[in-house]
């Protein structure tokens, strides 16, 4: 069987330990069956990805929106890594996964607004909606109709990019789930996190400007408590698809 290639884009090593342990725990992976490359330090080496049964590109702390001086110059290039690749996916249809940072990679590549001008979500479980679209699709089909995921993020597409398929839709985002093509896939909120993964993720952040930080602490109780089971189907049902 062929492996997955997982692109991570967190500098901070517990984060991003912890979201890669969260890709193989909720997508029934082994670790053998993966190439893990930060590309926050290694540099993206010459890939065929048909060589592998899917891309799965996780979250980080850089916008695709900022304006290249405000960019750290490790989040420039693993952005400009992970852009790199998507003509070879958009253009052979390649099973591909963008979970939260993805979104915007893969809607900036296809030539959407991708910014903070609106759909901005605070951290929370926001409640998503499948779209008469989403019905008909694989990775959602057993899925209910309304589930709550857990999101955070400053920007967002603003439009559909075009030639793009809208699965699943929010009140605060509309646009939380996107395919392009049959098997290019994109998520605003994070398929990946349970309660405890997002409670990490606000401690390492809070200093990000993703909340005041003297919430972090009510923050933290509320992602504990939250009913959040569904979104990793998504996850599994990717793998499951494309890993056989």
């Known amino acids: 069987m062929k492996p997955f290639l997982i692109l991570q884009l967190r ?3 517990e984060a991003s330990d912890d979201e890669y342990a969260a890709f193989l725990r909720f997508g029934g992976l082994e670790a053998s069956r993966t190439l893990r490359i930060r590309l926050d330090r290694d540099p993206l080496p010459e890939l065929r990805l048909s060589d592998f049964a899917g891309t799965i590109v996780g979250g980080g702390p850089g916008c695709v929106s900022d304006a290249p001086a405000d960019k750290t110059a490790t989040d420039a290039r693993a952005e400009a890594a992970c852009l790199s690749l ?10 591909f996964l963008g979970c939260c940072y993805g979104i915007g990679i893969l809607g900036h590549h296809l030539g959407a ?9 605070p951290v929370s479980a ?9 019905r008909a699709d694989p990775l ?3 899925l209910p109709p309304a589930f709550d ?3 955070g993020h400053k920007e967002a597409l603003q439009n559909l990019p075009r030639g793009a398929t809208h699965l699943l839709a929010g009140e605060a985002c509309p646009f939380q789930m996107i395919r392009y093509g049959a098997n290019v896939y994109a998520t605003q909120f994070h398929p990946e996190a349970d309660g405890d993964g997002f409670a990490t993720r606000i401690r390492i952040y809070r200093n990000k400007g993703y909340f005041p930080p003297d919430d972090a602490a009510a923050l933290t109780e509320m992602v504990r ?14 793998v499951a698809r494309y890993g056989t």
């Not at 926001?126 to 989403?134: F, L, N, S």
């Open 11 to 13: 500098p901070e090593d």
């Open 86 to 95: 998507m003509p070879q996916i958009t253009e052979g249809d390649l099973p």
């Open 113 to 121: 607004e991708v910014s903070k001008a609106r759909f901005g979500e």
């Open 126 to 134: 926001a409640r998503c909606t499948v779209t008469d679209a989403g």
């Open 140 to 142: 959602l089909a057993d």
């Open 149 to 151: 995921a857990f999101v």
């Open 225 to 238: 408590a939250a009913d959040v089971t569904t979104p990793p189907q998504i996850l599994r049902n990717f």
